[in-house]
């Protein structure tokens, strides 16, 4: 399977995203985490949940699917909270993973980091949004709020990996059906600028059929050349179903 990576730092000081692609005889795991701007040690957190997840992940093989990727991601919530036990610290993250194996596709996730689905031209959000921005969107479908500031108020977390209760959990208990021709990308919310529209523009349309080159790249060279004053830090993970090919950094 093609697995595509890309990050960029953005707009801030550091990079607090964290991300990992791992091939095995019978799939493809990927992970994308999302260290909390505005507490410390975000980018120690996305790391601890990250490997913390894949480690777990590896050596409990034995599970169901859907039960596994659930029981990594709890395993993750509580490497974080004893990596910032008796710190003085606090650090969070979002956590989004993926296992593609067998023409389907599982996941898990906590928080907003969006999973996209391009399929014959059409872009879909896949795993549910815990920000205050799905609730906002109610508003905006009853006309009391327009889309811009339902995108621009609602960032602040429902739920997150940070040691304590994991308030809400997408995971899926049967897994989703891929077809040949689709692209999954997992991403952080700095890409919201680009993908998360009402409607997909022509540029973006052209960039998601675009199967010459290394696609991930080509979403943030496209969010860096929106010259976003405040531009978040941004990770993309693209995979491929159809197309079997080295995994590239």
């Given at each position: 399977?093609?697995?595509?990576?890309?990050?960029?730092?953005?707009?801030?000081?550091?990079?607090?995203?964290?991300?990992?692609?791992?091939?095995?005889?019978?799939?493809?795991?990927?992970?994308?985490?999302?260290?909390?701007?505005?507490?410390?040690?975000?980018?120690?957190?996305?790391?601890?949940?990250?490997?913390?997840?894949?480690?777990?992940?590896?050596?409990?093989?034995?599970?169901?699917?859907?039960?596994?990727?659930?029981?990594?991601?709890?395993?993750?919530?509580?490497?974080?909270?004893?990596?910032?036990?008796?710190?003085?610290?606090?650090?969070?993250?979002?956590?989004?993973?993926?296992?593609?194996?067998?023409?389907?596709?599982?996941?898990?996730?906590?928080?907003?980091?969006?999973?996209?689905?391009?399929?014959?031209?059409?872009?879909?959000?896949?795993?549910?949004?815990?920000?205050?921005?799905?609730?906002?969107?109610?508003?905006?479908?009853?006309?009391?709020?327009?889309?811009?500031?339902?995108?621009?108020?609602?960032?602040?977390?429902?739920?997150?990996?940070?040691?304590?209760?994991?308030?809400?959990?997408?995971?899926?208990?049967t897994p989703h059906p891929l077809l040949p021709g689709d692209r999954v990308l997992l991403t952080t919310d700095g890409t919201d600028d680009l993908l998360y529209t009402p409607?997909?523009?022509?540029?973006?349309?052209?960039?998601?059929?675009?199967?010459?080159?290394?696609?991930?790249?080509?979403?943030?060279?496209?969010?860096?050349?929106?010259?976003?004053?405040?531009?978040?830090?941004?990770?993309?993970?693209?995979?491929?179903?159809?197309?079997?090919?080295?995994?590239?950094?």
């Open positions: 399977m093609n697995a595509d990576i890309k990050q960029w730092i953005g707009k801030r000081e550091c990079q607090e995203d964290a991300c990992a692609v791992r091939h095995y005889p019978g799939g493809t795991l990927a992970i994308v985490c999302d260290g909390m701007g505005g507490h410390s040690f975000g980018d120690m957190a996305s790391r601890v949940a990250t490997d913390a997840f894949i480690d777990f992940f590896e050596t409990n093989d034995d599970m169901p699917m859907a039960t596994r990727l659930e029981e990594s991601m709890y395993y993750a919530n509580e490497k974080v909270g004893k990596a910032f036990a008796g710190t003085g610290s606090f650090g969070g993250t979002t956590l989004l993973a993926v296992y593609i194996g067998g023409g389907v596709m599982w996941w898990t996730s906590v928080g907003d980091s969006p999973l996209y689905l391009w399929r014959r031209g059409r872009l879909v959000r896949l795993n549910a949004d815990h920000s205050l921005r799905e609730v906002y969107m109610q508003y905006v479908k009853a006309g009391s709020m327009s889309y811009e500031e339902a995108v621009m108020r609602g960032h602040v977390l429902r739920s997150a990996v940070t040691g304590e209760s994991v308030d809400m959990v997408d995971t899926p208990a409607v997909v523009t022509d540029e973006v349309r052209a960039l998601l059929n675009n199967r010459e080159g290394d696609l991930a790249e080509a979403i943030v060279r496209a969010c860096e050349d929106m010259q976003h004053p405040m531009a978040d830090n941004v990770t993309v993970i693209a995979l491929d179903w159809d197309a079997p090919k080295s995994i590239r950094y």
